[in-house]
T-cell receptor, first 115, second 112 residues
Framework: DAGVIQSPRHEVTEMGQEVTLRCKPI?????LFWYRQTMMRGLELLIY????????DSGMPEDRFSAKMPNASFSTLKIQPSEPRDSAVYFC?????????????FGDGTRLSIL | QKEVEQNSGPLSVPEGAIASLNCTYS??????FFWYRQYSGKSPELIMF????GDKEDGRFTAQLNKASQYVSLLIRDSQPSDSATYLC????????????FGQGTELSVKP
């Protein structure tokens, strides 16, 4: 089975540009999570969806960040406008939450650098 | 107090020894506990999960959970240099909005 697929793997862009990160969860999983990882703050949950509905976006740093999940097989995380402090590795993870607390499986991540 | 705490390390053990990684959590109502391994530049990879008090073994890995002490550990027997990585403890609780809360991770170095 294919794992969680993220694109792009690397993104380098200038401050002020719009950045869109993409994620395809594992087929059959109904929960999707967006994380950000930095050396200083570790792994932080930004937002998660259950059955395509955003459940908790309390981790989204500010209004510049937005996330959508238009269907069960695709999600985007958008940053507009981007700032250098947004530089981090962004991970998408998915799980099957039919029984509640199932393990999450991570994609390979997007390494984002904002110049 | 952080919700999930781990020693950042690095924890250095010789090849063939037992590596012991520890994690404490603050929410007494936490239900599920996960250990992830993360190699440098890679994504977290699930290696163990445990729901009940006691030990759970999978190959060279043993997860131990003590809910009364709010403590979960991971033992790696016969450590290999390939086990050198950062190990992340994650705790699930409905009290935390049904989210996984990750510790900062412990860096393990296994010396040949």
């Amino acid at each position: 089975d294919a794992g969680v697929i993220q694109s792009p793997r690397h993104e380098v862009t200038e401050m002020g540009q719009e950045v869109t990160l993409r994620c395809k969860p594992i087929s059959g999983h109904n929960s999707l999570f967006w994380y950000r990882q930095t050396m200083m703050r570790g792994l932080e949950l930004l937002i998660y969806f259950n059955n395509n509905v955003p459940i908790d976006d309390s981790g989204m740093p500010e209004d510049r960040f937005s996330a959508k999940m238009p269907n069960a097989s695709f999600s985007t995380l958008k940053i507009q406008p981007s700032e250098p402090r947004d530089s981090a590795v962004y991970f998408c993870a998915s799980s099957f939450e039919g029984q509640g607390n199932q393990p999450q499986h991570f994609g390979d991540g997007t390494r984002l650098s904002i110049l | 107090q952080k919700e999930v705490e781990q020693n950042s390390g690095p924890l250095s053990v010789p090849e063939g020894a037992i590596a012991s990684l520890n994690c404490t959590y603050s929410d007494r109502g936490s239900q599920s506990f996960f250990w992830y391994r993360q190699y440098s530049g890679k994504s977290p990879e699930l290696i163990m999960f445990i729901y009940s008090n006691g030990d759970k073994e999978d190959g060279r890995f043993t997860a131990q959970l003590n809910k009364a002490s709010q403590y979960v550990s991971l033992l790696i027997r016969d450590s290999q240099p390939s086990d050198s990585a950062t190990y992340l403890c994650a705790v699930f609780s409905y009290n935390q909005g049904g989210k996984l809360i990750f510790g900062q991770g412990t860096e393990l170095s296994v010396k040949p």
